[in-house]
């Protein structure tokens, strides 16, 4: 016995994905797809600019971490002079120093939050020069390559690839030339 529409082909996600890629074959033999890929993190680490960033960037961070480490000194004194005190101190006392060690503690660590927030915006703006530069370069391999497509193996967006493809050294190699990258358009 045969039910009513068994002669009827019931289109399924997959069987349409699949129409779309037999379709489009044709399509894309026309349109060659090269793809290559770098690492970001070996470019950062090869260049001396975002090296002298970084430099930077720490010396400007001592400023910081010396408050936060004043505050937290202070703090551990309150705590010290607190216990030490504990038994010769009124309830009333004893009370308002633990709120006042507490206060102290939260506004420790907002300025700790406000700090890390300013470091990663200062981070971001010594950095920012040294990204545009190697983007610009990145972006003159793609157009002369004629990549359609240039990933980033230091995102992990890459599990296996032909190291033929890499594109790094091509990378690191016009930032150490000081190639015109493009940017001057």
Excluded: W
């Amino acid at each position: 016995m045969t039910s009513k529409g068994a002669g009827i082909m019931r289109c399924t996600p997959f069987l349409v994905a699949t129409m779309i890629f037999i379709f489009a074959g044709g399509a894309l033999q026309a349109q060659t797809l090269k793809i290559g890929y770098i690492n970001s993190q070996q470019i950062l680490a090869s260049s001396t600019e975002a090296t002298a960033a970084q430099e930077q960037f720490g010396q400007e961070m001592e400023a910081y971490q010396a408050e936060i480490t004043g505050l937290e000194e202070e703090l551990n004194g309150m705590s010290q002079r607190l216990e030490q005190q504990a038994l010769t101190l009124s309830p009333e006392a004893r009370q308002n120093r633990e709120q006042q060690l507490q206060s102290g503690i939260q506004e420790l660590q907002q300025r700790a939050a406000q700090l890390e927030q300013l470091a990663a915006q200062r981070r971001a703006e010594l950095l920012q020069p040294v990204m545009d530069k190697i983007t610009a370069v990145i972006e003159a391999l793609r157009e002369e390559g004629q990549y359609s497509l240039i990933l980033d193996l230091g995102a992990g967006a890459i599990i296996s690839a032909d190291t033929t493809l890499d594109l790094s050294q091509q990378v690191i190699d016009r930032l150490s030339q000081g190639a015109d990258t493009g940017a001057s358009r």
